[in-house]
């Protein structure tokens, strides 16, 4: 049976529509991530998170570290997909490998506390953290310092400060807390009293009593000071500004960070 004409322009038609959206189909793994992130960022009718799990996954099975890592979050979390603490860790582990440092802390994290993984592992935690702290990232500096102090203070105290000098509120609380104690040589009460103040500031409460224990030893004078440096230093040192957008999200100030959103964590690296 002979096709009409009308038939064959149909067809004609939605051959080159066919061939219009093979072309317009991203050919690389980062092509595919950022079609991904054009899914899950947009509105309307421009947003489709199930299509975006999809391109992520593209991309991650593919090979590219910042589409492991969103699907490490999605695991993690139980966005769009059922959570899966394992997939999690074995999509951060991937990305890590790669050197993503937001999945080398997250990872790090999970060893740390035992969230996500079969068992609590201080020592793998600390070679997943350690790449990242040393590449500027402030959340794995901060865990870097609590796993180095739970067995000697000392080492502890430079990772605390740069956490604290990007705006992390328990880095700042911490760092004051081992300047006080005298754990980590001659009691450092002036700076300690700074440190604790400018905790207290970005809302941790319990720096307050520290920081008052210190004031009687200080005297009145090093006290007013201390407040004028502390609020210099907090502004100085506040996360809006040193974050680089790298902040907002629900968790981010935690003892223990929740891992940033899919949206921020092109900002995290």
Do not use: H
Not at 1 to 29: C, F, H, N, Y
Not at 212 to 235: F, M, P
Request: with cysteine; aromatic share 8%.
């Amino acid at each position: 049976m002979r096709l009409s004409s009308l038939s064959l322009i149909v067809l004609a038609v939605l051959g080159l529509a066919s061939l219009a959206a093979a072309q317009d189909e991203p050919r690389t793994p980062q092509g595919l991530y950022e079609r991904g992130m054009n899914l899950i960022t947009g509105t309307g009718p421009n947003r489709s998170d199930v299509e975006a799990v999809d391109y992520f996954r593209k991309s991650a099975d593919a090979g590219y570290a910042p589409a492991q890592t969103v699907m490490g979050y999605l695991y993690e979390t139980g966005t769009v997909v059922p959570a899966d603490p394992q997939a999690a860790a074995s999509w951060y582990e991937k990305s890590g490998t790669q050197g993503d440092r937001i999945a080398q802390w997250v990872l790090g994290r999970m060893y740390l506390t035992g969230n996500g993984v079969a068992v609590r592992d201080r020592s793998r935690a600390m070679n997943w953290l350690r790449p990242a702290a040393k590449a500027g990232d402030p959340f794995a500096a901060l865990l870097l310092g609590e796993a180095e102090e739970e067995v000697a203070p000392q080492p502890a105290v430079p990772w605390y400060r740069k956490a604290a000098e990007q705006g992390l509120p328990e880095a700042q609380f911490r760092l004051g807390k081992l300047l006080a104690s005298g754990r980590v040589g001659i009691p450092a009460k002036y700076d300690a009293y700074v440190w604790l103040m400018v905790a207290f500031e970005n809302g941790v409460a319990s720096a307050a009593d520290d920081a008052k224990s210190l004031e009687a030893q200080l005297g009145s004078v090093k006290v007013e000071q201390g407040k004028i440096d502390a609020r210099n230093l907090r502004n100085e040192s506040r996360r809006s500004v040193v974050a680089n957008g790298c902040t907002g999200w629900p968790g981010e100030l935690d003892a223990q960070p929740s891992t940033p959103p899919i949206k921020t964590q092109p900002l995290c690296r």
